[in-house]
């Protein structure tokens, strides 16, 4: 019954920011751990980061220091702040409720001049 949707994606120079977010519903977004995954064309889709439901984070090395993973329970939204963007992080982001495995449709994030 979790319903996961993204919003935020779009163009931006490479060195800039966007933020993303997830909004959730059908489910205790609370209690439940998410987490961010990205899939670039011709690759392997990818785990960026998650956080646990007591606000716990964990990134990937390639974007570590650059992506800050954060969650507000009481508007059961999901963010991911993204400074100093690469042409490397071009992909398809998705949001992911990690307790039940259901994913968001993916929102297109292109880092380019």
């Known amino acids: 019954q979790v319903q996961l949707v993204e919003s935020g994606g779009g163009l931006v120079q490479p060195g800039g920011s966007l933020r993303l977010s997830c909004a959730a519903s059908?489910?205790?977004?609370?209690?439940?751990?998410m987490g961010w995954y990205r899939q670039a064309a011709g690759k392997q889709r990818e785990w960026v980061a998650g956080i646990t439901s007591n606000g716990i984070t964990n990134y990937a090395d390639s974007v570590r220091g650059r992506f800050t993973l954060s969650r507000d329970n009481a508007k059961n939204t999901l963010s991911l702040q993204m400074n100093s963007l690469k042409p490397e992080d071009t992909a398809v982001y998705y949001c992911?409720?990690?307790?039940?495995?259901?994913w968001g449709q993916g929102t297109p994030v292109t880092v380019s001049s």
């Open positions: 992911k409720h990690i307790t039940s495995g259901y």
């Open positions: 059908g489910s205790i977004f609370s209690t439940a751990a």
